[in-house]
């Protein structure tokens, strides 16, 4: 794609985005609305997730109909791990946080990627609820309703203010690993913050609300589109083992600079060392 198709593509992905927003606050006021558990008992999809989905996925696919789709509610497990190939591909979540969702909890987001020639062009990160609409484009830095965003430059675990999702723990193998992790970081940073969505977490480092988080055990969709707005923000996004960060295996390590970022693998690494031990 050249830069005006990457534009039209960026200028049809936020047109979308905005026009679910209507949706999903329906939804978010809607006290009775059915929901339904996915497989385990956390994983949970309401009739918005689908229909806010059906609009980006439909509007997408009318304009780029040659573009590879990859959404929450309409992706398999085995389609969500195929290689990226030469074809544009679209990484969309509908409601990100749907528990959130469910309980009348402000913390949820609409996340839209773009994948170009292997890179992250596009990111669109929306919560209706609070009025954030957080973008970025590939070289041309993030914002936040328009207004250009940095990540806090933070260097120091001491000075920073942590995100970490305890709630990754409901995996056993996991477990030990997110429990570890926190006590870790509690000895050493200024504080923890859980949110319940990692794209809006992802958005909140970007624009330096908080420093640094750490995940694993997520989808493409989950991450790609808050990646894309951290490294443009000035920030850095790893493997959680501080290699390269894969767009379709999201275990990530995120920061407002890479010698946070480093200190954070340190501890990751530690953890996953004393784990072990311990089998």
């Excluded at 229909?51 to 789709?69: A, C």
């Excluded at 790893?238 to 946070?260: F, H, Q, W």
Aim: glycine residues 10%; charged residues 25%; proline residues 4%.
């Amino acid at each position: 794609m050249n830069d005006e198709e990457i534009q039209e593509a960026f200028d049809l992905a936020c047109q979308l985005t905005r026009q679910c927003g209507p949706i999903v606050l329906e939804g978010f006021r809607n006290a009775t609305k059915p929901v339904e558990c996915k497989g385990n008992h956390w994983d949970v999809v309401t009739e918005y997730d689908r229909r806010v989905e059906e609009v980006l996925i439909g509007g997408l696919s009318s304009r780029f109909p040659d573009h590879r789709m990859l959404g929450e509610e309409s992706t398999t497990e085995a389609a969500s791990k195929e290689p990226l190939d030469g074809r544009p591909t679209w990484i969309i979540d509908p409601i990100d946080g749907t528990n959130n969702f469910v309980r009348g909890v402000k913390y949820i987001a609409i996340s839209v990627a773009l994948v170009v020639d292997g890179r992250l062009t596009i990111g669109i990160v929306s919560n209706p609820c609070l009025d954030e609409f957080y973008t970025a484009v590939r070289g041309q830095g993030a914002r936040l309703n328009g207004e250009p965003i940095r990540t806090s430059g933070v260097e120091e675990l001491k000075r920073a203010l942590v995100g970490h999702e305890f709630s990754i723990a409901s995996h056993a193998g996991a477990r030990p690993h997110i429990f570890g992790r926190g006590v870790e970081f509690i000895r050493e940073c200024t504080g923890l913050r859980a949110f319940g969505s990692a794209a809006l977490t992802l958005a909140y480092v970007a624009s330096g609300n908080i420093d640094c988080y750490s995940i694993e055990m997520l989808k493409p969709w989950d991450i790609a589109a808050g990646a894309l707005l951290i490294r443009e923000a000035g920030g850095v996004v790893t493997g959680i083992d501080g290699g390269e960060y894969d767009i379709l295996r999201p275990d990530i390590v995120a920061a407002s600079s890479a010698k946070l970022g480093q200190r954070v693998v340190e501890i990751v690494r530690k953890v996953k060392e004393d784990v072990e031990g311990k089998q």
